[in-house]
């Protein structure tokens, strides 16, 4: 940056680049003879000044002290360069008429609060050069270089300033060079600087007033010689030369500034329009996320498998920890931005942001409603049907087990049924075989309750949709229809038996004790080894002492059953003992049943086995049950304190949004601080969600000791930092606001204290009729229509709430001053020359490039009666920047 004060300056008051000019005096003093070389050189100054003035009138002045005596000729000077009328001259030709003129004239000036030293009508009517020099001068003081200004400097300083800025970019610019530098700088197309020469100063001088007369109609008033000549020129003359110069300027320093205000509307208009933007981007690719998401998460397609129902929860599991807390955070920025971007909206007194079809804030929030909806309804139907798919396998399992074990009890039974040995076989073995008939049918009821149990799981499979049901019918079914057959079987033979039961007599009744109590006691064992081998699923610690409980009833019927088993045992040695002992060869095995002593101890034995096998499945799962309250406990006692904590903070962040502790800056500092205390108790989350994670993989689905889910806390905690973030971004908006509207302080602390009066809920935010109320108490009379007007501008959205944000906004928008339309199109006007249109190539000239082809692309074409080819409409173009209703 150029330092304009500095005090090796090149100056316009320097001869030559010789000697910069020491301040003359400003008193003009009748006693003191004026220099004859500054007298020379006012003369032809002022005369020229003078003349530039009055041919305006149709006159001029050829001698300055001679012409001027009447005060004719000096009262029409004033009447033109001030645009008004004096009192009407008198035409005497008397000296006392011509005092009297010129006395009108003196009045007028001291009017104008000019003080005129030593200056009397005697001496401008006598003709005394001096005077009229003098007086002439304080006319060009008041009249061209008073109101001359730069940075709140004097007069004289000011146009020293503007010069010394205008020439600051050009080099040598003493050496004759610096009045060419100053048109050079206002119209380059008039004088080919580089071509100058610095070491030819009179020449220099000399292109600069030819071109300036003939280009800029600034009369020549200084001979190059006169400036270059003089050790010293005079300073009013170089002054009064100079001012001619910015005033033939002061149009292109008034586009200056117009240009200026509409490079920082256009600023201002671009930057919103990209942050227009990003958040149409941002939405789109959210709600486009979330339009992927949902249907993946309404597909109810339920797996065959345990294993690919466990792929689904683990591909849940990695859509909550990996792919949802990103959209989270995206959610909550573009609701920052969306605040950010209506705040600088206002600001900018430009029109509310309004988003395009289906992308504002309330669509995104009703698309994330929906989708947690849809997210709750997935886990909830995940767990469900993974629930039933263990059950299902369980009882598949059991089905097999049951089926495998009546089969196996089947395997050769209609063979057996069906054999006609009764035909040949004696009176004793027809007894015998009748006896084992009997048998059989006893062990044939008994197996009713099993094949009911096997018809009873098919059904159940079925019910609950098993994947291999049609195998499970197909063989439930054989079973069923093999069950009938030896139904029918078996009352057939029984019908043959008793036929010939009549011819026999003899029968062994021990055999026939012996089968009857065997049979029975071998069905039992069977379902002894059936149940200890039998699967169980439970969920919790008091169902699996339950099975415990039952386990320990079983083992204590043990020594009876015992007992039994010795009973039976001794009938088969009292049979081996009477046989002996009457000399009975016996024909072979027991002829009323196939279950023999040595199968009774061999299952005996099997489940002696299986009893301690139960005890340690049992006593695994109590551990595995054991272990899941551990976790229920583990989870319940972290979900307990984290889900109090995260309801405290959203309480005290409540209290914190409503409370004025400090300055803005303070309390932006303080929830900054509070936020970061927030996320560092992100890991006691991440915890959390581990021990969840574990309760998941040990298929937990209730939990007795919290009265919180997972779910909520996840919600709970995107809340908590949504609302933290969101708290944070109205202190930054109130920030902007205060900043922008310059409100102070006290005022943001009394704004505050009249809203949380009225703020009964403590919410942050107020319905109208309180809104209303706290507007009288401000001051503000309403009617219906002026309340309907403010309403409309603290909620366009006629949501029927006002935030505090959009209080202080109201506060302070009305008497801000910022840029309008009717500033931004005086502005354009400027540049366009007053036309009704601009044209590119004048854009181009006085914007910078990336503003001028802004404003190019969004002008509409000018259609107006005076329009010319390419003329552009900054009317319409500020109408788009502003909305119709600032115009």
């Not at 300027?249 to 008034?254: E, L, V, Y």
């Not at 004025?660 to 989350?685: A, C, F, V, W």
Request: proline share 3%.
């Amino acid at each position: 940056m150029v330092d304009y004060h500095a005090a090796n300056n090149q100056s316009l008051y320097s001869a030559g680049g010789q000697q910069t000019y020491m301040e003359q005096e400003n008193d003009w003093d009748r006693d003191l003879l004026l220099d004859p070389a500054w007298e020379k050189q006012q003369r032809k100054t002022f005369t020229a000044w003078c003349n530039s003035h009055l041919r305006k009138a149709g006159t001029q002045i050829e001698n300055i002290e001679e012409d001027f005596r009447d005060g004719l000729k000096l009262m029409l000077l004033l009447e033109v360069i001030s645009g008004e009328r004096l009192p009407k001259p008198e035409r005497g030709k008397m000296r006392v008429h011509k005092i009297n003129n010129v006395n009108k004239a003196l009045d007028f000036i001291a009017s104008k609060g000019v003080k005129l030293v030593s200056i009397g009508a005697e001496e401008i009517v006598d003709g005394n050069a001096k005077m009229t020099l003098g007086m002439i001068w304080t006319i060009i003081l008041r009249f061209a270089i008073q109101d001359i200004s730069v940075e709140e400097t004097s007069a004289k300083e000011g146009l020293l300033l503007w010069c010394q800025r205008k020439t600051a970019p050009y080099k040598n610019v003493n050496d004759g060079l610096a009045f060419n530098a100053l048109i050079h700088r206002h119209r380059p197309e008039l004088i080919d600087y580089d071509k100058l020469r610095k070491d030819d100063p009179v020449t220099n001088l000399n292109n600069a007033f030819e071109v300036a007369e003939r280009y800029l109609d600034i009369p020549k008033m200084l001979d190059a010689e006169d400036i270059v000549g003089t050790l010293r020129p005079d300073e009013k003359a170089i002054m009064t030369y100079v001012s001619c110069f910015y005033h033939a300027f002061s149009g292109a320093q008034k586009a200056e500034t117009a240009a200026n205000r509409i490079c920082k509307v256009l600023a201002v208009n671009q930057e919103n329009e990209h942050l227009m933007e990003d958040y149409e981007k941002l939405a789109s690719d959210l709600l486009e996320w979330i339009r992927r998401t949902i249907p993946w998460l309404e597909n109810r397609a339920p797996e065959k498998t345990m294993t690919e129902m466990q792929q689904k929860l683990e591909d849940f599991r990695d859509y909550r920890r990996v792919h949802k807390p990103p959209k989270v955070q995206e959610k909550c920025q573009l609701e920052i931005n969306f605040n950010t971007l209506q705040t600088k909206l206002r600001l900018s007194n430009r029109p509310a942001f309004m988003p395009s079809e289906g992308r504002m804030v309330s669509d995104i929030n009703g698309a994330w409603h929906k989708l947690e909806g849809a997210e709750k309804g997935y886990e909830e139907w995940l767990l469900n049907e993974i629930r039933r798919l263990e059950r299902l396998d369980h009882l598949a399992e059991k089905f097999r087990q049951k089926a495998a074990i009546h089969e196996s009890w089947t395997d050769g039974k209609e063979a057996m049924l069906t054999q006609k040995d009764y035909e040949t076989a004696s009176l004793s073995e027809i007894k015998a075989l009748l006896k084992k008939h009997e048998a059989f049918e006893s062990d044939l009821a008994a197996h009713q309750d099993r094949v009911e149990q096997i018809a009873a799981i098919a059904q159940e499979l079925n019910e609950l949709d098993y994947y291999d049901s049609p195998s499970v019918n197909a063989r439930c079914q054989k079973i069923c229809e093999q069950w009938d057959a030896l139904g029918s079987l078996t009352q057939s033979r029984r019908e043959s038996l008793e036929r010939t039961e009549k011819q026999l007599e003899s029968i062994d009744e021990l055999y026939l004790e012996y089968a009857k109590r065997a049979a029975p006691f071998n069905n039992w064992m069977e379902g002894a080894m059936e149940d200890l081998q039998d699967m169980f699923i439970v969920h919790n610690i008091e169902e699996i002492q339950g099975l415990i409980t039952a386990h320990d009833q079983f083992k204590s019927t043990l020594p009876e059953a015992n007992k039994e088993r010795e009973a039976i045992q001794a009938i088969q040695a009292e049979v081996q003992k009477i046989a002996q002992y009457n000399g009975i060869k016996l024909a072979g095995n027991n002829p009323y049943t196939t279950i023999t002593p040595q199968s009774i101890d061999k299952k005996w034995e099997k489940v002696q086995q299986l009893v301690p096998q139960r005890d340690q499945a049992l006593q695994e799962e109590l551990a595995r049950q054991q272990s899941n309250d551990h976790l229920r406990r583990q989870f319940a006692n972290q979900a307990n304190m984290i889900g109090p904590w995260i309801q405290n903070k959203m309480a005290e962040i409540g209290r914190i949004s409503i409370e004025m502790n400090g300055t803005l800056e303070d309390q932006l500092t303080h929830l900054r601080q509070y936020e970061q205390s927030i996320i560092e108790y992100k890991p006691n989350i991440d915890q959390l969600e581990g021990d969840h994670q574990l309760i998941q993989e040990a298929l937990i689905f209730d939990n007795k000791y919290t009265a919180y889910t997972m779910e909520h806390l996840r919600v709970g905690w995107e809340q908590l930092l949504t609302t933290i973030a969101r708290t944070i971004n109205e202190i930054e908006n109130q920030i902007l606001t205060r900043d922008a509207k310059g409100i102070s302080q006290e005022q943001l602390h009394e704004y505050r204290t009249s809203f949380n009066h009225f703020d009964k809920k403590r919410t942050g935010i107020m319905d109208s009729d309180d809104f209303q109320a706290l507007l009288i108490s401000t001051g503000n009379s309403l009617g219906d229509a002026e309340f309907a007007r403010i309403m409309g501008i603290v909620d366009p959205n006629n949501s029927g709430a006002v935030t505090f944000q959009a209080f202080i906004d109201f506060m302070s928008r009305e008497t801000t001053d910022t840029d309008t339309a009717d500033q931004v199109i005086a502005s354009f006007k400027i540049l366009a020359g007053d036309k009704n249109y601009i044209t590119a190539e004048e854009l181009r000239r006085e914007l910078p490039p990336d503003q001028a082809e802004y404003c190019i692309a969004r002008m509409a074409p000018y259609t107006g009666p005076d329009a010319v080819p390419g003329a552009l409409d900054y009317m319409s173009f500020s109408t788009a920047l502003y909305g119709e209703s600032d115009l």
